[in-house]
């Protein structure tokens, strides 16, 4: 099972826009509707942030929003806070399995 | 409030096993599932496998299905995941987590272990 694709960088200035790709398969992300991103700050456990390719857990800021289109799902972040500095990571339903992107460091510049 | 806490860090040699515990609290342990991630120094999550608390089957990743077993015991609210025959490639971060259609939506702390000679 091979992981999804992230690009290993994205950045955006406070107030703007940024949105992270990732790329699967027929397999895993473009299969299935069962992607989730992950936020994870230096030195603490990942934090789910988005499921089920668009829903958001209670707490988390609308500012966070995913969509996908056949094999590539997308976050994408509004309104960059200096808070939203972190790796993000995709990951998806694999068919009884889970697969995880190579994750994405976000700087807010 | 949901809680999983693990079990601290661990040093093995080379060719040694390494079991992980997960205890749960907050919630019914047996409505959900178990997943284990690792994450190596510097490096992303890979998922290694899943267990349904309630019924007990067990999913693994291809790449670990031969050296990990991943366990639970209900009475106990806990999980555990054991791997063997470790090379320095196994040193990592290990987190279990609550599994929920598919999504992690609440993570242990996180278990160090050191594979080194």
């Known amino acids: 099972q091979s992981a999804l694709t992230q690009p290993p960088s994205a950045s955006g200035s406070p107030g703007q826009s940024v949105t992270i790709s990732c790329t699967g398969t027929s397999s895993d992300v473009g299969g299935y509707n069962y992607v989730s991103w992950y936020q994870q700050h230096p030195g603490k456990a990942p934090k789910v942030i988005i499921y089920?390719?668009?829903k958001r857990p209670s707490g988390v800021p609308d500012r966070f929003s995913g969509s996908k289109s056949d094999n590539t799902a997308s976050l994408t972040v509004s309104g960059l806070q200096a808070d939203d500095e972190a790796d993000y990571y995709c990951?998806?339903?694999?068919?009884?399995?889970?697969?995880f992107g190579g994750g994405t460091k976000l700087t807010v510049l | 409030q949901v809680q999983l806490v693990q079990s601290g860090a661990e040093v093995r040699k080379p060719g040694a096993s390494v079991k992980v515990s997960c205890k749960a609290s907050g919630y019914s342990f047996t409505s959900k599932g178990i997943s284990w991630v690792r994450q190596a120094p510097g490096q992303g999550l890979e998922w290694m496998g899943w267990i349904s608390a309630y019924r007990g089957n067990t999913n693994y990743a291809q790449k670990f299905q031969d050296r990990v077993t991943v366990t639970t015991d209900t009475s106990a609210s806990t999980a555990y995941m054991e791997l063997r025959s470790l090379t320095s490639d196994d040193t990592a971060v290990y987190y279990c987590?609550?599994?929920?259609?598919?999504?992690?939506?609440?993570w242990g702390q996180g278990t160090l272990v050191t594979v080194s000679s």
């Open positions: 089920e390719v668009t």
């Open positions: 987590a609550r599994d929920v259609d598919y999504r992690c939506d609440n």
């Open positions: 990951s998806s339903y694999a068919g009884n399995t889970r697969v």
